[in-house]
Antibody, heavy 123, light 111 residues
Framework: EVQLVESGGGLVQPGRSLRLSCTTSGFTFGAYGISWFRQAPGKGLEWVGFIRSKAYSATSEYAASVTGRFTISRDDSNNVASLQMNSLKTEDTAVYYC??????????????WGQGTLVTVSS | NFMLTQPHSVSESPGKTVTISCTGSGGSIASDYVQWYQQRPGSAPTTVIYEDNQRPSGVPDRFSGSIDRSSNTASLTISGLKTEDEADYYCQSYEASNLWVFGGGTKLTVL
C-alpha cells in the first residue's frame, strides 16, 4: 500500500524556519517525483513545488509565492522528502500535503496524497 | 497568466447527473492536461481524473472528464450521484508546462 506521511508541522513565528518531512512506503521512492501542495484555512489548493526523481537530476520547480524561501529535497536511501521553509510569513499558514508525482510518457500528475500537516505562522 | 475558473457551488439530487465546469483564461485549456481532485470535508484530496479523462484505479466509472476546445472548458461529470460524492472538487492544469495551476474549487452538495 502506497503511503505518504507528513510530519514537522506546528506553530512558528514570522521570519523563522521550519522543515517538513514526508516519509513514504509501499513504492520505489527513487522512481518518483514528489510534489508539495498547501491549503490555507477555508481556502483552495495551492501548488508549492516539486522535485523530480534522480533519473531527471532531482531538479525542482517552485511556485512564485515561495521561490527563494522554500526548498524541496529528497533522501532516496531513507525514502523521505523534505520541504525546508525559511523566512516564513503569516500567509504561509496552511495544511501542507506531500504527494507522489507520477510521470508517464504523456504527462506528470499526482496519484497519491498524504494526510497533511498544519503549519501556523503567528507571533 | 493562465487561470482556471470554477463555479463556487453546485447542487443536485441523489441519482442525478451533475457537471462541474473549469474554464481557462489566458491560454488554451487544451494545451495541457487537466486533472480533477475530490476533497471530502475534513479529509485530504484524492485524484479522481487525470490526463483530461482518465480514472485512477478505484475511482468508479460514474466519474468522467472531458475537454471542450470551443468554450475553453474542462468538465467533470458525475452520474448516479451518491451522498458520498458531496465534496469540494478542484480542477488543475499547468502554466509553462512546469507550473501547476488550480481552479478555485466547487462545492458539490448532494441534496
Amino acid at each position: 500500500e502506497v503511503q505518504l506521511v507528513e510530519s514537522g508541522g506546528g506553530l512558528v513565528q514570522p521570519g523563522r524556519s521550519l522543515r517538513l518531512s514526508c516519509t513514504t512506503s509501499g513504492f520505489t521512492f527513487g522512481a518518483y517525483g514528489i510534489s508539495w501542495f498547501r491549503q490555507a484555512p477555508g481556502k483552495g489548493l495551492e501548488w508549492v513545488g516539486f522535485i523530480r526523481s534522480k533519473a531527471y537530476s532531482a531538479t525542482s520547480e517552485y511556485a512564485a509565492s515561495v521561490t527563494g524561501r522554500f526548498t524541496i529535497s529528497r533522501d532516496d536511501s531513507n525514502n523521505v522528502a523534505s520541504l525546508q521553509m525559511n523566512s516564513l510569513k503569516t500567509e504561509d499558514t496552511a495544511v501542507y500535503y506531500c504527494t507522489r508525482r507520477h510521470c508517464s510518457s504523456r504527462s506528470c500528475y499526482v496519484d497519491y496524497w498524504g494526510q497533511g500537516t498544519l503549519v501556523t505562522v503567528s507571533s | 497568466n493562465f487561470m482556471l475558473t470554477q463555479p463556487h457551488s453546485v447542487s443536485e439530487s441523489p441519482g442525478k447527473t451533475v457537471t462541474i465546469s473549469c474554464t481557462g483564461s489566458g491560454g488554451s485549456i487544451a494545451s495541457d492536461y487537466v486533472q480533477w481532485y475530490q476533497q471530502r470535508p475534513g479529509s485530504a484530496p484524492t485524484t479522481v481524473i487525470y490526463e483530461d479523462n482518465q480514472r485512477p484505479s478505484g475511482v468508479p466509472d460514474r466519474f468522467s472528464g472531458s475537454i471542450d476546445r470551443s468554450s475553453n472548458t474542462a468538465s467533470l461529470t458525475i452520474s448516479g450521484l451518491k451522498t458520498e460524492d458531496e465534496a469540494d472538487y478542484y480542477c488543475q492544469s499547468y502554466e509553462a508546462s512546469n507550473l501547476w495551476v488550480f481552479g478555485g474549487g466547487t462545492k458539490l452538495t448532494v441534496l
